[in-house]
């Protein structure tokens, strides 16, 4: 008792109290680190499924979803390169686009009934992906050392929203397009 009453200040156990001091960049990477996955959680209910009706032989339904995690880790580092190069806001604004153009592609591969579109999509995304892995990074980026493990646990906390919000998506739109069975929920995503 008298160790954690003289050893430790409130705020190195208190988490509620340092929640609200977080730094609005931190805000900013928890909210798109919920968007981004949001998208995956979408993706990864949506994509095998889709990937069934498109592909020319059923053995390939989840060949765009395998794709899209290689891509994700041959992101990684050339991402990790760009942002050491030119800044991290210019990458992330790169992988906001790639993000929504691959969704896109994706709604539109389904709707036009093209497999080999729907693939290139599911890459894009995972491009996109291997990005927004570097979210919580940039949180911690230029805060005192006491703050940092709460801010990257604070931009993961986005994964949680997303874990409630993205099924939900993938549920509720999957026949929000007539004759495009899932391609509303990429869409909404």
Same mark, same amino acid.
């Given at each position: +008792? @008298?160790?954690?009453r +003289?050893?430790?200040?409130?705020? !190195?156990?208190?988490?509620?109290?340092?929640?609200? &001091?977080?730094?609005? &960049? =931190?805000?900013?990477?928890? #909210?798109?680190?919920g968007?981004?996955?949001? =998208?995956?959680?979408?993706?990864?209910?949506?994509?095998?499924?889709?990937?069934?009706?498109?592909?020319?032989?059923?053995?390939?339904?989840? /060949? %765009?979803?395998?794709?899209?995690?290689?891509?994700?880790?041959?992101?990684?580092?050339?991402?990790?390169? /760009?942002? $050491?190069?030119?800044?991290?806001?210019?990458?992330? /604004?790169? $992988?906001? *686009?790639?993000?929504?153009?691959?969704?896109?592609?994706?709604?539109?591969?389904?709707?036009?009934?093209?497999?080999?579109?729907?693939?290139?999509?599911?890459?894009?995304?995972?491009?996109s +992906? $291997?990005?927004a892995?570097? @979210?919580?990074?940039?949180?911690? !980026?230029?805060? %005192?050392? &006491?703050?940092? %493990?709460?801010?990257?646990?604070?931009? /993961?906390? $986005?994964?949680?929203?997303?874990?409630?919000?993205?099924?939900?998506?993938? @549920?509720?739109?999957v !026949?929000?397009?007539?004759?495009?069975? @899932?391609?509303?929920? *990429?869409?909404? #995503?």
């Amino acid at each position: +008792h @008298y160790f954690w009453r +003289h050893s430790l200040r409130k705020s !190195d156990y208190c988490m509620s109290g340092s929640l609200i &001091n977080m730094p609005a &960049n =931190v805000w900013r990477m928890t #909210a798109a680190q919920g968007l981004s996955m949001t =998208v995956m959680n979408v993706n990864i209910i949506n994509t095998g499924l889709a990937g069934a009706i498109l592909a020319p032989e059923l053995w390939l339904a989840t /060949l %765009p979803l395998s794709l899209q995690f290689v891509a994700v880790m041959l992101t990684t580092f050339p991402a990790s390169l /760009l942002m $050491g190069r030119f800044g991290r806001r210019p990458v992330f /604004l790169s $992988g906001i *686009f790639i993000s929504v153009l691959a969704i896109l592609m994706q709604a539109a591969a389904i709707i036009i009934g093209q497999f080999s579109f729907f693939v290139l999509g599911s890459m894009l995304l995972g491009c996109s +992906h $291997g990005i927004a892995q570097f @979210y919580r990074y940039a949180a911690a !980026d230029g805060l %005192p050392d &006491n703050m940092k %493990p709460k801010a990257i646990s604070f931009v /993961l906390l $986005g994964g949680l929203a997303a874990a409630m919000i993205g099924p939900e998506i993938a @549920y509720r739109f999957v !026949d929000a397009i007539d004759g495009a069975r @899932y391609a509303g929920a *990429f869409l909404v #995503a």
